[in-house]
Every structure is written in C-alpha cells, then in structure tokens.
C-alpha cells in the first residue's frame, strides 16, 4: 500500500485545514486507515480511524474536532480539522493495514503496517 499525505500548512489558532491521504495498491474501502500525528517531543499519536466496515474511531486530543472519512470515487482517506490551537502543531501521517484489528489497539502506531511520509501542520497564536 502506497499513502501520500496532501494538504498541511500554516495557520493562525482557531483556523481550520482539510489533509488528503492519497490510496494507491489497495482499496480504500477494504483496508483499516487511519491518522496519527507526531509533535515536536511527542511520538506517534492517533486522531482517528476508519475500519473495513465504516466505523469511525476518535482519539481524545482532536475529539470533536476533527471528521475522518473516505472518498471512494477519488481513493483517498480526508481529516478535516477546525478549531486548531497550537498544540495541534506537528507532522500529520496517514496508516493503513489490511487487518483484522482489534479495536481495544487503534490507535497505537505500532500496529499499523504501512505509512506515508506526513504533512507538517503549524498552528501559530
């Protein structure tokens, strides 16, 4: 499975930013994907995934903030992301695995297989 990430940048707190996984080698629809994001002193952290069936799981530092979701048409997997406050600031990736996966595990980077190469996003105040 080959991931690019599109769509970082630079914005001002409170602002809002829309990134693109692009899926080639496999279907989007028929693999787990996901979003993890990695700050300056920080590992791999999860935002939110998409399982094979279509369910979505938020991890508590962007809950309520951020929507994951797939364009089949297109293959790729989107994180719309508002309200962005400083902290959000880091190099955003997209993963995916063809599972299965237990749920109790998604948001830990170690369990997924493959990985692009990230998208910087910096949240100034």
């Known amino acids: 499975v080959q991931l690019v990430e599109s769509g970082g940048g630079s914005v001002r707190a409170g602002g809002s930013l829309n990134l693109t996984c692009t899926v080639s080698?496999?279907?989007?629809?028929?693999?787990?994907t996901a979003w993890f994001r990695q700050g300056a002193d920080t590992g791999h952290e999860g935002v939110a995934v998409i399982d094979r069936d279509g369910n979505m799981y938020y991890a508590d530092p962007m809950k309520g903030r951020v929507t994951i979701s797939q364009d089949n048409a297109k293959n790729t997997l989107n994180l719309q992301m508002l309200n962005l406050n400083p902290e959000d600031t880091g190099t955003y990736y997209c993963?995916?695995?063809?599972?299965?996966?237990?749920?109790?595990?998604?948001?830990?980077?170690?369990?997924?297989?493959?990985w692009g190469q990230g998208t910087q996003v910096t949240v100034s105040s």
């Open positions: 993963a995916a695995d063809y599972g299965p996966m237990n749920p109790k595990y998604l948001f830990r980077a170690t369990m997924w297989s493959f």
């Open positions: 080698e496999a279907t989007v629809k028929s693999i787990y």
